[in-house]
């Protein structure tokens, strides 16, 4: 009993950390996927930096500020796809973000010098604009890839979740197999152990009440409570009996001296009839 409560318990300890790291890596799996989602819209958002810098360098718009948004929303974009390389689990994951480096740098690099180049050439920006657009499908591809990948790790996680709840629920069914087992066990052991010794003794007391002296107490042979229990009873019934011989022997012994008496008084009586007999046939010798 002790081995399956144990076995159950490391179960249970178990299934309590796979459940915990099921959580955590789900958690992980949901960051991941929503941080390569707003990666993959700062990768629309950066070509339309470049091409609002294109309309904006034609009116004459100071690029300042076109400029600072382009460079933070690469400065985002690189926080992203790093954020999501430290949350992803997988080795193909990781793999297929690694890949990504080289794809996305070129990206932003094109995309910052275009937006800089607008409003100092637009000609030259525009001559540009062939090879980004190629780099932007390129990157395009490159995330689609590795979105691919963190959906089939997100599937693996759920799948694994999956496992850990069909654990869990096993661990607490033979945990509650195992309660109800060892109250039974219990129970057993309290009645057996306890509840009819001394049923026992208490029917032996029952029958020294009724007077039958030479009843045998149980038990007494135990080593616990319940053996000194019937032993102590086992005394007292031993100063009943004594006390019952103490008695039997000195009201024999009031018979014995009664008899004796009266056996006198007969010889006595006995005796008298014979004088007076005596005297009267005048026999006075």
């Known amino acids: 009993m002790a081995i ?27 960051s991941a996927i929503r941080n390569h989602t707003i990666g993959d819209m700062l990768h629309d958002g950066m070509r339309a930096d470049v091409y609002a810098a294109l309309i904006r360098s034609e009116t004459g718009a100071e690029s300042a500020e076109t400029v600072k948004e382009t460079l933070d929303h690469a400065k985002e974009f690189r926080e992203r ?3 999501t390389k430290s949350l992803v689990a997988s080795a193909e994951s990781q793999r297929k973000l690694t890949e990504l480096d080289k794809p996305l740098d070129d990206y932003i690099s094109q ?16 001559n540009e604009m062939p090879s980004f657009d190629a780099r932007f499908t390129a990157l395009e591809e490159a995330m689609e890839t590795v ?3 963190l959906e089939q790790e997100a599937l693996a996680v759920q799948s694994n979740a999956a496992w850990t709840r069909k654990l869990a629920d096993v661990s607490g069914i033979a945990s509650l197999v195992i309660a109800l087992l060892t109250a039974g066990w219990l129970f057993m052991t309290v009645l057996r152990s306890i509840v009819r010794p001394i049923s026992h003794i208490v029917a032996s007391m029952r029958q020294l009440s009724a007077g039958e002296a030479d009843v ?18 086992g005394q007292f019934q031993q100063s009943l009996n004594d006390r019952a011989a103490e008695e039997q022997r ?12 009266r056996r006198g008084v ?8 014979l004088v007076v007999e005596a005297a009267a046939r005048g026999d006075f010798s």
């Open 216 to 233: 045998a107490i149980p038990h007494a042979t135990r080593r616990d409570e319940i053996g000194e229990m019937a032993r102590t009873i």
């Open 111 to 126: 995309a910052v010098r275009i937006v800089e180049l607008a409003f100092a050439d637009r000609k030259a920006a525009f």
């Open 250 to 261: 000195r009201t024999q012994g009031e018979l014995n001296a009664s008899e004796t008496q």
């Open 4 to 30: 399956i409560t144990g076995a159950a318990s490391v179960i249970g300890i178990y299934a309590s950390q796979r459940m915990g790291a099921t959580v955590d890596s789900i958690a992980k799996s949901a």
């Open 81 to 83: 796809i790093a954020t």
């Open 147 to 149: 979105g691919n990948a």
């Open 266 to 273: 007969a010889e006595t009586t006995h005796q008298i009839g």
